[in-house]
T-cell receptor
Framework: QKEVEQDPGPLSVPEGAIVSLNCTYS??????FMWYRQYSRKGPELLMYTYSSGNKEDGRFTAQVDKSSKYISLFIRDSQPSDSATYLCALDSGAGSYQLTFGKGTKLSVIP | DAGVIQSPRHEVTEMGQEVTLRCKPISGHDYLFWYRQTMMRGLELLIY????????DSGMPEDRFSAKMPNASFSTLKIQPSEPRDSAVYFC???????????FGPGTRLLVL
């Protein structure tokens, strides 16, 4: 079983829709959870950063972590064409070697 | 700040040739990371440095890969000899401190024929 599973999509939604992106993981040692956004032919950029279970909101974006289920989500409200990108979850145990474990990413297209 | 700078942006080479990728991290950042991204395997950490010292190179696929950081503003990733399976996008990233946001460069697209 891979450490982090993420549906690659592609996911296509109309402008204004609510988008739900998800990752599951197997290692209970992960303590820090991140979402990166990667535009085509660009490097990833950090979008959201959360620690432990619960929700974190930033504008139209909400990150949700359920450690008991080993499940993390990113919700995008009122999606815009500019949100079209690949979204990668990244997890960190926070102990020992400083390494992020990335999901493979979900490609999202928001259609005007 | 200009952000993380990588060169070249694109590289096409033939199997067996030496390839050198270059990275200039954001000034003042103590950590530098080299990643490789492919469709099959996603984004993988190859090696990272702290204060110019390699800390963990367990992600380096084999001895054909080597990385150096001679000073705080420059790092190289070398592949010698290159093979077609090395074709990927290679990213360099830097961060200010452990646990802080990693800032990625634009990547180098490598194609080995």
């Amino acid at each position: 079983q891979k450490e982090v599973e993420q549906d690659p999509g592609p996911l296509s939604v109309p402008e204004g829709a609510i988008v739900s992106l998800n990752c599951t993981y197997s290692n209970s040692a992960f303590q820090y959870f991140m979402w990166y956004r990667q535009y085509s032919r660009k490097g990833p950029e950090l979008l959201m950063y959360t620690y432990s279970s619960g929700n974190k909101e930033d504008g139209r974006f909400t990150a949700q972590v359920d450690k008991s289920s080993k499940y993390i989500s990113l919700f995008i409200r009122d999606s815009q064409p500019s949100d079209s990108a690949t979204y990668l979850c990244a997890l960190d145990s926070g102990a020992g070697s400083y390494q992020l474990t990335f999901g493979k990413g979900t490609k999202l297209s928001v259609i005007p | 700040d200009a952000g993380v700078i990588q060169s070249p942006r694109h590289e096409v080479t033939e199997m067996g040739q030496e390839v050198t990728l270059r990275c200039k991290p954001i000034s003042g950042h103590d950590y530098l990371f080299w990643y490789r991204q492919t469709m099959m395997r996603g984004l993988e950490l190859l090696i990272y440095f702290n204060n110019n010292v390699p800390i963990d190179d367990s992600g380096m696929p084999e001895d054909r890969f080597s990385a150096k950081m001679p000073n705080a503003s420059f790092s190289t990733l070398k592949i010698q000899p290159s093979e077609p399976r090395d074709s990927a996008v290679y990213f360099c990233a830097s961060s200010l401190n452990r646990g802080q946001t990693q800032y990625f460069g634009p990547g180098t697209r490598l194609l080995v024929l």
